[in-house]
């Protein structure tokens, strides 16, 4: 009788390549096919900016942009992926200039605690991209998934409302 190792009793699964375009830069991958946008993002890729909460889509913490459109890494799987373009928090900044969105968050101070600011100003951004929310009602109700456990939403929804126009006219994403 011969002592199993751990290793030899968990099969061996394919891995699938990736090809995707990540804040600007082609990355080639490869992922097993369970992983999730968001374990690919926080664990191989370690962009931590993009923040795991209830790992259940329910809160928006982990809210990136997915061909533009705002998604829940938490509920992708990173195979669904290739050949698209991503864009996470780290990546809305063009150099030290910061992205319009994050800048009327800062000057709203539209964040106490901080974890849900990242899933927060991406959904703003493809908010933007999508040009729906004309009115503070409709900002509010289109960020409905994205939760703030310190309710900054009054600062959140400001800051939107200001940055919303400079998006609109290609200085956003």
Known sequence: MSATTPEAATPSFARHPLRLTLNGQVRQLEVLPWTTLLDLLREQLDLIGTKKGCDHGQCGACTVLLNGKRVNACLTLAVMCDGAELTTIEGLASGEALHPMQQAFIKHDAFQCGY????????????????????????????SGNLCRCGAYSNIRDAIEEALPACRQGGGQ
Request: proline content about 4%; some cysteine; glycine content about 10%.
């Open 116 to 143: 849900c600011t990242p899933g927060q100003i991406c959904s703003a951004v493809g908010l933007a991209n999508e040009g729906r929310a004309h009115s503070t009602e409709e900002i509010q109700e289109l960020m």
